[in-house]
């Protein structure tokens, strides 16, 4: 039996083609200012970076590199949404019907990241005030660390994480399940993907206080388990069973640190 055509059969390999290049370009750049801040944070004795005062300033810097981290992280697992949201809006408008362009529906994606951004932010000052962060941003509890590995790796576990994580994986059901015409219905699915990928990712983004929010390595590392998990046929398998080593690796460190204590 044949099978029917899916929605991006209606997407020119031209039209697929200016997408990637679109997303891979974005994702490039925001990953050459994070390297780029990384080695300047390398530059800066320790004792100068122990005496940054948290302006206004100071924040708005901070909350420039979470939100450009997760255009970074976050975008490149939103290309299979944004090809169908094309192949979509491609065919409405040969059929005579105007639809946003794949843009408008990415800027209420990141629009989401850009949100737990501002919550990330606050989430370092926080901890950096508790003197529980280094200078590079890496936890200096054991306690912190063992604690968030066990929360990441119990959420990859539970009913609603796979309810995000299939909303994720099948964009064409949810784009028929929540399409909306016109710009501003655009940006709301957008908004909507984004927020199903928050509940999906965003535990995970916490294991960056684990490995250092700074250590490029380990965002590379975050960011392709992300993709993998979203792309890939054995991903949902295969984050359940990350989920349980990371519930591993959260016990043995909290075990360290208890018997440290002790």
């Known amino acids: 039996m044949k099978r029917p055509p899916t929605p991006l059969a209606a997407l020119r390999p031209r039209d697929r083609a200016a997408v990637l290049v679109a997303i891979g370009g974005v994702t490039a750049l925001s990953w050459l200012y994070l390297v780029d801040m990384a080695l300047a944070m390398e530059r800066v004795p320790m004792a100068m970076m122990r005496m940054q005062a948290w302006t206004p300033r100071h924040f708005g810097m901070m909350l420039a590199m979470w939100v450009i981290m997760m255009v970074g992280m976050m975008l490149p697992s939103a290309t299979p949404a944004t090809l169908v949201y ?23 994606y990141l629009a989401v990241w850009a949100l737990f951004s501002v919550a990330a ?3 370092q000052w926080g901890l950096e005030r508790a003197t529980l962060l280094s200078p590079m941003l890496v936890s200096t509890s054991p306690v912190l660390g063992g604690a968030l590995l066990v929360a990441a790796g119990g959420y990859q576990l539970t009913p ?10 099948s964009p064409a059901h949810f784009f028929a399940a929540h ?5 501003l219905g655009a940006l709301r699915m957008g908004a909507e993907h984004g927020a199903w990928c928050l509940g999906c990712c ?12 700074m250590n490029l390595l380990w965002i590379a590392a975050i960011t392709l388990f992300v993709l993998v998990e979203k792309v890939m046929p ?25 018997g440290g204590a002790v």
């Open 86 to 108: 094309a192949a979509v809006a491609r065919k409405a408008r040969r059929e005579g019907a105007p639809i946003a362009s794949a843009p408008s529906f990415v800027a209420g």
């Open 179 to 183: 399409w909306r015409p016109g710009a």
């Open 160 to 169: 609603f994480k796979d309810a995000c994580l299939e909303h994720c994986r």
């Open 202 to 213: 965003g535990v995970l983004m916490g294991l960056l206080f684990v490995g250092g929010v």
């Open 234 to 258: 054995w991903g949902v398998g295969g984050g359940r069973f990350a989920g349980w080593g990371m519930i591993g690796a959260g016990v043995v460190v909290l075990a360290s640190a208890w």
């Open 121 to 123: 932010t606050v989430a």
